[in-house]
């Protein structure tokens, strides 16, 4: 059977009240729709993935949504329901999973258990037991609603794309909340599969709280450790740290030769599995000549948050005889810390000498090793 991952997101998350709309929004590193459409696009038995957007937000989705397979975007409307129903008309397939972009996490098997209930159902939903106490809301609290028998109804929700069509045709209700509302009105039989707790839907920032949380815990701490050397060669001033330290001689390198920025990039890149610093900015690329070292350093940065990682702490010593660190210290500690978009207290600068021995013993140049604690999503 052919099927039509349907994600509506042409809403404006007014309850949500964080100016970017949700769905464009970075949760873990990652805009929530950009997580939506994976879990469906990444799905063996989804054909295709169509996104209904507001045409106030094209640049965004296009922005979050980069590479990935998702063919024209559609342009929803005002309610729900109205972005649901110009998305149907753009869907090719037989079938169709309609899913709310505010659900960034749909596991694999309610795909798998949806599909399934459609081979003998015109349509299928996810749902959820309730465990709290129902009650009519209002200043003073209203009669109880009975729970015994209710459940959430989640999506994403499966139907045969003709059928759904064909009962938003004939339903002449208030704008509906979901599909399952309309489809039963139109006689179309629903079965109720097992849902899951992680398509809660973002609607408040407590919702927005409790998935950061969800994201965090399943983060796992990754140590990674850097080295670099450059020798002496013309005049001072040395970049160390991101900063110019006066000095009677620099440092010679491709770039400016910064080897605290170096070693904790390095060190960055390998906490994160990432390879090294020559991978990205090799030496032999003449646009990295005399470049500012703290673009490199901001770039291990971002492929970490990017990948929805973050970074703890980093620590370095640098390795010389001259010029004398300590009174430089904490001004390149910060200097890191804002390339790092740290605070100082996660930034460590250390300096020793080798007391005369080996080459930095007869100054001829500077070494620096760093360690970097991040934490990372897990493979589990
Ligand atoms: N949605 C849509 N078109 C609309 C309204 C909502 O495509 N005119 C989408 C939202 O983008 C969301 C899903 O429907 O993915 C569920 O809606 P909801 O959680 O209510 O999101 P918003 O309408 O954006 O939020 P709010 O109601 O708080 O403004
Ligand atoms: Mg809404």
Redesign the pocket.
């Known amino acids: 059977m052919s099927v039509t991952a349907l994600?509506?997101?042409?809403?404006?998350?007014?309850?949500?009240g964080s100016g970017v709309?949700?769905?464009y929004r970075l949760l873990g590193g990652k805009p929530v729709l950009r997580r939506?459409v994976e879990a469906f696009a990444n799905h063996p038995c989804i054909d295709a993935v169509r996104v209904?957007?507001?045409e106030l937000h094209e640049s965004q989705a296009r922005q979050v949504l980069q590479g990935l397979d998702v063919g024209q975007l559609v342009l929803?409307?005002?309610?729900?329901a109205?972005?649901?129903r110009a998305g149907l008309a753009a869907t090719a397939s037989a079938n169709v999973l309609v899913h709310?972009?505010?659900?960034p996490f749909c596991p694999p098997q309610v795909i798998d258990r949806l599909l399934d209930a459609l081979g003998s159902h015109d349509g299928a939903a996810p749902v959820l037991p309730i465990g709290d106490t129902l009650a009519r809301a209002g200043e003073l609290l209203g009669d109880p609603i009975d729970r015994a028998g209710a459940v959430r109804v989640q999506t994403p929700q499966a139907f045969c794309a003709d059928g759904l069509r064909s009962a938003y045709d004939r339903w002449t209700g208030e704008a509906p909340?979901d599909e399952t509302s309309v489809a039963r009105a139109a006689g179309l039989s629903v079965a109720a599969v097992t849902g899951d707790p992680l398509l809660e839907?973002?609607?408040t920032p407590a919702d927005w709280d409790r998935a950061e949380a969800m994201l965090a815990a399943r983060l796992v701490s990754r140590t990674g450790l850097g080295f670099d050397v450059h020798g002496f060669a013309g005049d001072g001033p040395v970049m160390l740290g991101g900063i110019a330290v006066p000095h009677s001689r620099g440092l010679s390198g491709h770039s400016d030769a910064d080897v605290v920025l170096h070693a904790i990039t390095d060190a960055l890149l390998g906490a994160a599995a990432l390879g090294d610093i020559g991978e990205y900015f090799p030496p032999t690329d003449p646009q990295w000549q005399g470049a500012a070292s703290d673009r490199f350093l901001a770039y291990a940065a971002e492929l970490i948050r990017s990948s929805g990682g973050m970074i703890d702490h980093v620590d370095c010593t640098i390795i010389c005889e001259e010029p004398k660190i300590g009174p430089h210290r904490s001004a390149m500690r910060a200097r890191i810390a804002v390339i790092l978009g740290l605070k100082d207290i996660d930034v460590n600068i250390k300096a020793t000498t080798t007391e005369g021995l080996g080459f930095t013993g007869r100054r001829e140049g500077i070494a620096a090793q760093a360690v970097a604690s991040i934490r990372m999503q897990g493979h589990a």
Request: charged fraction near 25%; avoid cysteine; glycine fraction near 12%.
């Open positions: 994600i509506v997101a042409a809403g404006s998350g007014e309850r949500m709309p949700k769905q939506a209904v957007i507001s929803g409307g005002k309610q729900r109205d972005s649901v709310d972009a505010a659900r909340t839907k973002l609607t």
